[in-house]
């Protein structure tokens, strides 16, 4: 009854990526987002799970691939807008954003193992965090949570433990959120989407 969530925006110009703007066009952020966001999905359908959904801030298109339940985003704040997300599970679950390109299924595939523990937390390097798995998913789990923040990871990793939950961890990532953040995660794992577009990017504009 395992579900993995993926929590995404649309790859619209100006509304994605913008920070990779100091480098990089609008479009070409935009286009950034989406290899990113391909090379998410296509590690989710990798992975064994009974569901796999797509929690979207926007309109759908044709880079959705068969077998991905697309859903709309609430309103409001992330933590707001993740713990809707969660409440669109059945059952245990894995929720993952769409600026980790170099997650793969063997990645993904433990936080849905809830043997012996009650959530997985996967940290990011700027203090956030990349994936949330809970074997029972209560949305006040997130709510209230500071956002973006440095402290972020923290704050959500407590609030797993003053629950009382068993809490195990997945390896580190880097978000992609600044055109630093774009280099370090093309070059570790150059045969994605998201690393063949960059480097190509790169060629043409240095």
């Known amino acids: 009854m395992s ?28 286009d950034l987002a989406l290899a990113a966001l ?33 859903v709309p985003q ?5 933590d707001v807008r993740l713990a809707a997300a969660f409440a669109l599970a059945e059952g245990p679950s894995l929720l993952v954003g769409m600026d980790t390109p170099q997650v ?24 956030g965090f990349w994936a949330l798995g809970l074997a029972h998913p209560d949305p006040a789990l997130l709510l209230g949570v500071p956002m973006s923040v440095a402290h972020t990871g923290e704050v959500q990793r407590q609030r797993l433990t ?15 959120d600044t055109p630093a953040d774009a280099e370090q995660v093309a070059a570790a794992a150059p045969r994605t989407r998201f690393a063949t577009l960059h480097h190509g990017m790169c060629a043409v504009t240095r």
């Open 162 to 176: 003053d629950a009382g939950l068993s809490v195990r961890d997945l390896p580190e990532l880097c978000d992609v």
């Open 104 to 127: 793969t299924p063997g990645l993904l595939a433990p936080g849905l193992d809830f043997t012996g523990a009650d959530a997985w937390f996967g940290p990011a390097d700027d203090g």
């Open 38 to 70: 391909q090379d998410t999905l296509a590690a989710v359908l990798a992975t064994p799970a009974r569901r796999r959904v797509l929690v979207l801030d926007g309109h759908p298109g044709p880079w959705i691939p068969d077998g991905i339940e697309v």
């Open 74 to 78: 609430c309103t409001g704040g992330l």
């Open 3 to 30: 579900t993995l969530l993926v929590i995404a925006k649309a790859p619209v110009a100006g509304r994605v990526k913008t920070r990779l703007t100091t480098q990089f066009t609008p479009q070409q952020a935009a």
